[in-house]
Nanobody
Framework: QVQLVESGGGSVQAGGSLKLSCVFSGYIASWCVMGWYRQPPGKERVVVSSIATGGTTNYADSVKGRFTISRDNAKNTLYLQMNSLKTEDTAVYYC?????????WGQGTQVTVSS
């Protein structure tokens, strides 16, 4: 059973930075993709960034150049470095693992960006 635990959320002023962490446990096959999603208040959950086992990364247009996803397999940890934060980045951020058609989710961590 895959388990994901996020941390690192908080409140920050616009222009600031935060680094989210997601500690994962359980077997994650090499074909699985890990990523970060976010759900702003009153809106749907959307993908922010993803990283495949080989290191290929993808980013939503809204965060390109500001956010960086990385993975440390030795520490079983997925990261999301968020720089130049904007008020529209305010959301609950979720760590996720997608294996074929199955998704595993963390509990989420709140990020609030104030002007």
């Amino acid at each position: 059973q895959v388990q994901l635990v996020e941390s690192g959320g908080g409140s920050v002023q616009a222009g600031g930075s935060l680094k989210l962490s997601c500690v994962f446990s359980g077997y994650i096959a090499s074909w699985c993709v890990m990523g970060w999603y976010r759900q702003p208040p009153g809106k749907e959950r959307v993908v922010v960034s993803s990283i495949a086992t080989g290191g290929t990364t993808n980013y939503a247009d809204s965060v390109k150049g500001r956010f960086t996803i990385s993975r440390d397999n030795a520490k079983n940890t997925l990261y999301l470095q968020m720089n130049s934060l904007k008020t529209e980045d305010t959301a609950v951020y979720y760590c996720a693992v997608t294996c074929s058609s199955r998704n595993y989710w963390g509990q989420g961590t709140q990020v609030t960006v104030s002007s």
